[in-house]
């Protein structure tokens, strides 16, 4: 079930927005973070990506102009992210059609909205507490 919804999810961010699923999560935890900045750890953990895949995503991401690589300022040896113009604009306009079908999805449960979203939101707890 999660995956259908998933991928309906990420068809409608392709289709709209040349985004993934994945890259919108990516950009909208950028967008969220002090200075619309973040370090690479810092998206990894967030979207549940290895390093090699976060790299590969904010790759993507850098080639299409919405996101840039920036060297700490402290550590020069950490990596951050940081929105572009037309990032903030992308993750704007991919947010309502990402959050509009979500919400989508969630009304079909009808009264069982609410035990659902509950269980997923212990589950995604439990997973980031034993990480």
Do not use: C, K, N, W
Not at 22 to 30: N, Q, S
Not at 38 to 59: F, H, K, N, Q
Not at 60 to 79: F, Y
Not at 101 to 117: E, K, N, P, S, Y
Request: proline share 2%.
């Amino acid at each position: 079930m999660h995956d259908r919804i998933t991928r309906r999810v990420d068809s409608a961010l392709h289709r709209h927005h040349d985004l993934s699923l994945t890259g919108f999560e990516a950009l909208r935890r950028i967008a969220e973070s002090p200075g619309e900045r973040t370090s690479m750890g810092d998206v990894a953990e967030a979207v549940g990506l290895s390093r090699p895949g976060v790299t590969s995503t904010i790759g993507r991401l850098v080639a299409q102009g919405l996101v840039v690589r920036e060297r700490g300022d402290g550590d020069r040896r950490l990596l951050h992210a940081r929105l572009t113009p037309a990032g903030r604009q992308r993750v704007e306009e991919a947010a309502v059609t990402h959050d509009e079908m979500v919400a989508h999805l969630l009304g079909l449960l009808g009264d069982d909205v609410a035990v659902v979203t509950d269980a997923l939101a212990r589950v995604s707890a439990a997973t980031r507490e034993r990480r």
